[in-house]
């Protein structure tokens, strides 16, 4: 008897433990991206160090959405923006806490979620980060009144070789 309730014991505190770390561990960056002067980043704009980022569904809103939506629609939405392929563009950013955007990296899949060839859509999906840059305050993130530093990312489908929506 002994026996089974130091094993229970144990597992008492194996659990908490494992809650512990968990709850630690979520405070570690997620998906930070390093600067990379080849890719075009801006060294001026400041994201501090390797502190807690965190991820845009925390701090967006249906309201921001839209209103982002219908900010860079004529920009996204430009007609000699062409692509060679179909599929889903998604580009991955930082916001500082002043709400300013730098380190965008594009991933393309098609719609079996195989990546993509950038390469021959290069210069389309240039001009879609440019577009991006373009946008000069995103939203600031807040958590609890403090600024926050947070990654995000916008999904573009494209169909028949333009920009169809952008989510």
Not at 87 to 103: C, M, P, S, W
Not at 118 to 144: F, M
Not at 151 to 167: A, K, L, P, S, V
């Amino acid at each position: 008897m002994k026996r089974l309730y130091r094993f229970i014991n144990i597992l008492f505190l194996l659990s908490i433990i494992l809650y512990l770390w968990d709850v630690f561990y979520i405070d570690h960056p997620v998906n930070n991206i390093s600067f990379s002067n080849k890719l075009g980043d801006n060294e001026h704009i400041d994201f501090g160090s390797y502190g807690l980022i965190y991820q845009h569904y925390q701090l967006d809103t249906f309201e921001n959405r839209y209103n982002l939506k219908k900010e860079l629609m004529g920009c996204l939405l430009d007609t000699t923006i062409i692509f060679k392929q179909e599929g889903l563009l998604t580009i991955r950013f930082l916001v500082n806490k002043a709400g300013e955007a730098d380190r965008f990296r594009p991933t393309f899949i098609d719609a079996k979620y195989r990546e993509l060839n950038r390469t021959e859509d290069e210069q389309a999906i240039h001009r879609v980060i440019a577009c991006l840059k373009s946008k000069k305050h995103w939203q600031k993130g807040t958590v609890q009144g403090k600024p926050r530093k947070y990654h995000t990312y916008m999904n573009i489908r494209i169909e028949n070789g333009r920009i169809n929506d952008f989510f």
